[in-house]
């Protein structure tokens, strides 16, 4: 039997805005066991990012609650958050949300900065993720002059550079070309054959047919519609 | 870049230690000398302002009547010598 | 060298962003160096002041008819030695002679040659010889000031003075007062005290002043008291009062020093105010992706509170020290003449460094704590916000 990684308890999320209240997620509940590939599809507005952002502890939900690992991350302080999301997660963003000033290796190195491992060991776990990114030929270019694959594929180094257990992908081929998208199934591929548990919030087709095993789960206003393994997707 | 952040340092040190040295070396007792000198001799120890000659040289005989310009005396003063 | 991954992503930061830096830096060691040179020049000018302080009177005794000074009867001479505690009642004889082919003005002091401290304090200036050859003839020792102005209008050797009577008087240039006593000497013409009354039209029971000295520090509040009812025109000053008038003059409270405060705390509220907001517009998602990378709210502000610093330490270094530079190995040029004036004679005085190290210490707080503030608490601020809000 599988582990759970993350279990998600009538999760709600609410926005303010003078009298008016916006609800981004209703009532969610979901688990996504260890070594899952879980893929959140829905159209802008869904609430798909709002959710990957409370999973990954960018954003706190407004009631219920999130577990991962067994442990409730909703109401951490600062300091167990920031750690949590040091060590349990690996974000990928769909801007890339690179330091361009700095080179990919530099970039690489700023998740690893606050875990008190010394210069040895990060210029080792830099090189590491570059390596298993396949970006370390251009670890010293500069992060603003690399293309869209390239940063991507540097954003992804960064998200494994502490060896997290969860990769959180938000859009991640929303600014690339086919290839480069295809490429990025590639790693992610690779990613699934080490056991990461990976949730991507998407809305790009190519994730309907994944080459490894996965779960598309519609997202529709703030709610889950219904959960579809790949092959049943693939039958309707 | 740690380099560049000890060549900045090492040279602000450096530059320290030179105004350090040259605060140290310089030679106050002559300097004091002189102006005990001239000041023995006349009596009168009150700055060489270069003020023009209807302002006062002797600063201290007046009251300043602006405190933000002590400098800047009544209009009505013409001290220089053959108002005397 | 062995260096932990916070620091070489701290320097990362300063240097490959150095830009963003330099611009506040150049503006603070602007106003550093200003407010340095403006300090540096006034407690020189003090120091200097306070030590010949040690030669002048106790008490200058004056007349004044409707508020202003005239000379004063030498009868008053023999009635100030009568006061018990009084010592060494000397009469002064100086005045202002007005070169009226450039406007400018001398300081003529009369000096009675046999006084005794006057004398011991000519030997100091002089060998023996040059003494005796210099009370032989009408000679004068003259401050560089004139020196260079007499030269400059073809004097030589000497000038020729007209006096309120209308005659000339030929007088010799016999030495040229050592530069580095120009603070006091700089316009200074030294005569005899026979000659200097002739040059400035007093008669010979006239003197400009009298200067005494009242040993007995706890007496001076009787003495002056007792001066006072002598005459009803009599004008005490005294050491205090002097001290005083520097400390008007130069102290950091007051004079122009206000006036450099107010421009250098407007440029400073417009320093703070750019980086407050730079640090609100562009530091903000830097920030907030910082904290989603699993940065704490301690980590990022250690961050920015390092950088600041270093910011502040490059910039309070670099403005002190050449202020310094310019202060007391250039003579601070045309600075000088704010302090100094510039209307009548130029004064190229030598200042003597002296480093108040209170005011520096304040002067780097007072730069130093606004300035991590404008950039800590937007910093926190930020820190505390959702880092997705924050990267927004």
């Known amino acids: ?236 | ?84 | 060298m062995r260096t932990s991954p916070f620091f070489h992503f701290l320097m990362l930061g300063f240097f490959k962003e150095r830009k963003k830096h330099i611009g506040v830096i150049a503006i603070s060691l602007v106003i550093l160096f200003l407010l340095g040179s403006a300090l540096f020049i006034s407690s020189s000018i003090r120091y200097s002041l306070n030590q010949t302080l040690a030669w002048e009177p106790d008490f200058v005794v004056q007349r004044t008819q409707g508020g202003q000074k005239v000379n004063a009867p030498t009868a008053w001479i023999d009635d100030l030695l009568e006061v018990h505690g009084i010592s060494k009642v000397t009469p002064r004889v100086y005045g202002r002679y007005f070169f009226k082919a450039k406007e400018n003005s001398f300081l003529i002091v009369g000096v009675d040659f046999m006084d005794e401290q006057s004398n011991k304090a000519l030997r100091m200036m002089m060998d023996e010889t040059d003494l005796k050859q210099f009370l032989k003839g009408d000679n004068m020792l003259v401050g560089e000031g004139v020196s260079t102005h007499l030269k400059t209008h073809f004097y030589p050797n000497g000038y020729t003075f007209l006096t309120p009577k209308g005659v000339f008087k030929k007088v010799n240039l016999f030495k040229v007062l050592p530069k580095k006593s120009n603070l006091i000497s700089n316009d200074m013409i030294i005569v005899p005290i026979e000659l200097a009354r002739e040059i400035l039209g007093m008669g010979e029971d006239e003197v400009s002043d009298i200067a005494l000295n009242v040993p007995n520090d706890d007496e001076w509040d009787n003495v002056a008291d007792k001066i006072s009812a002598f005459y009803y025109d009599i004008h005490v000053t005294t050491k205090e009062d002097i001290k005083k008038a520097y400390e008007n003059l130069y102290n950091y409270k007051g004079g122009v020093f206000l006036i450099l405060f107010l421009i250098v705390i407007v440029t400073f509220v417009l320093i703070l105010y750019q980086r407050y907001s730079m640090v609100y517009s562009s530091e903000r998602r830097h920030i907030g992706l910082l904290r989603a990378l699993g940065w704490s709210i301690r980590d990022v502000l250690k961050l920015k509170f390092f950088e600041t610093m270093m910011i502040v330490v490059i910039a309070f270094v670099l403005g002190v020290a050449l202020a310094y530079l310019y202060v007391f190995v250039l003579g601070a040029p045309l600075l000088r003449e704010i302090f100094l004036g510039g209307a009548n004679l130029p004064n190229s005085v030598i200042l003597v460094p002296v480093l108040d190290f209170g005011i520096l210490s304040s002067i780097f707080l007072i730069y130093a704590i606004p300035f991590i503030s404008a950039v800590l608490i937007p910093t926190w601020k930020i820190a505390v916000t959702d880092p997705k809000e924050a990267m927004l």
């Open chain 1, 1 to 236: 039997m599988m582990k759970a990684m993350i279990v998600i308890d009538n999760l709600n999320k609410h926005f303010k805005s003078g009298d008016d209240i916006f609800k981004v997620l209703k009532g969610i509940n979901l688990q996504i066991n260890s070594g899952e590939c879980i893929v959140l599809k829905g159209v802008s507005g869904s609430g798909k990012t709002t959710l990957l952002s409370i999973i990954g502890g960018l954003d706190r939900p407004s009631s219920g609650k999130v577990l991962v690992e067994g442990e409730s991350i909703s109401k951490l302080p600062d300091l167990h958050i920031s750690h949590f999301r040091a060590r349990k997660i690996g974000m990928i963003f769909q801007h890339f949300n690179l330091f361009d000033h700095l080179t990919a290796a530099e970039n690489v190195m700023i998740p690893l900065i606050p875990t008190g491992l010394d210069m040895h060991e990060v210029n080792h776990k830099v090189e590491v993720s570059l390596k298993l990114a396949n970006i370390f030929h251009k670890a010293n270019s500069a992060a603003g002059r690399l293309s869209g694959g390239e940063k991507q594929r540097v954003a992804i180094a960064r998200a494994l550079a502490s060896n997290p257990a969860i990769i959180l992908c938000d859009e991640p081929t929303a600014n690339l070309d086919r290839n480069n998208s295809l490429k990025f199934i590639d790693i992610l591929s690779q990613l699934h054959e080490m056991g990461k548990t990976i949730v991507v919030a998407t809305h790009d087709p190519l994730f309907d047919t994944l080459p490894f095993e996965s779960k598309i789960i519609p997202m529709e206003d703030g709610s889950l519609v219904d959960t579809f393994s790949k092959d049943t997707l693939a039958e309707s």
């Open chain 2, 1 to 84: 870049m740690a380099k560049a952040f000890y060549t900045v340092f090492s040279f602000l040190f450096l530059i320290t230690f030179s105004v350090s040295i040259h605060y140290v070396a310089t030679d106050r007792v002559s300097a004091t000398n002189s102006l005990s000198a001239v000041a023995g001799l006349t009596r009168m120890g009150s700055l060489s302002l270069s003020v023009a000659y209807y302002e006062p040289r002797v600063q201290r005989i007046e009251k300043a009547n602006n405190i933000i310009y002590p400098e800047m005396m009544s209009i009505d003063r013409m001290d220089f010598v053959y108002e005397n």
